[in-house]
């Protein structure tokens, strides 16, 4: 009898960390360390947007850059993608870029 309650949770322990193994996974492919550069605009819900050249949004989590509207920066930090067009960064540095 015990060895089957022993079996039964090492087993369970087993699955579970396998699941948080891939978990972590799939969360690193998809967010990456990144530097982007482009225009900070407001965006539909008030909050700032950084706009690049190529045409991608990002949404600026992390900081507020509002005092940032209309000029050119150049962000670094957590890139993630959710689906295929909304993207985001959170923000660990920034600086502006004089046109």
């Known amino acids: 009898m015990k060895k089957k309650n022993v079996f039964r949770l090492a087993m369970a322990l087993f699955v579970v960390i396998s699941l948080v193994i891939s978990t972590g996974v799939m969360a690193a492919e998809k ?8 225009k900070v ?8 947007v950084i706009k690049t050249d190529d045409g991608h949004t990002f949404k600026i989590l992390g900081q507020n850059m ?9 962000v670094t930090g957590t ?7 909304a993207r985001s960064i959170i923000v660990t540095h920034f600086e502006e870029v004089q046109d």
């Not at 890139?79 to 067009?85: I, T």
């Open 31 to 38: 967010a990456t360390q990144g530097t982007i550069q482009g």
């Open 79 to 85: 890139l993630s993608k959710e689906g295929n067009a």
């Open 41 to 48: 605009e407001q965006g539909n819900k008030g909050t700032a």
């Open 66 to 74: 509002a005092t940032m509207i209309g000029k050119t920066v150049k």
